[in-house]
């Protein structure tokens, strides 16, 4: 059975920092390119990074350029998103993809809210 289970979310205050986990099992992890995405209240989903299967490539929104760092342990079967210099606006819930060809899994998302 396959599961992506997100944590780490939750209350932060701007400018500050979390790290978002995303636990995967029931399939071949490694083979997998892995991305966060997130939406806000009223918006459409959107990505927000992604890594390549082996690590290899890194993609970021412009938005979250140089405050966000995705990485992944093959190893550990998780994929992480450090968040830093936090804003109001990346205030959503975040969920994590796996992709390979036409492939996708989605896990159910954690909340992050930004504020003072």
């Known amino acids: 059975q396959v599961q992506l289970v997100e944590s780490g979310g939750g209350l932060v205050q701007p400018g500050g920092s979390l790290r978002l986990s995303c636990a995967a099992s029931g399939f071949t992890f490694s083979s997998y390119a892995m991305s966060w995405y997130r939406q806000a209240p009223g918006k459409e989903r959107e990505l927000v990074a992604g890594i390549g299967a082996f690590g290899g490539s890194t993609n970021y929104a412009d938005s979250v350029k140089g405050r966000f760092t995705i990485s992944r342990d093959n190893v550990k079967k998780t994929v992480y998103l450090q968040m830093n210099s936090l804003k109001p606006e990346d205030t959503a819930v975040y969920y994590c993809?796996?992709?390979?060809?036409?492939?996708?899994?989605w896990g159910k998302g954690t909340l992050v809210t930004v504020s003072s």
């Open positions: 993809k796996a992709q390979r060809n036409s492939m996708d899994y």
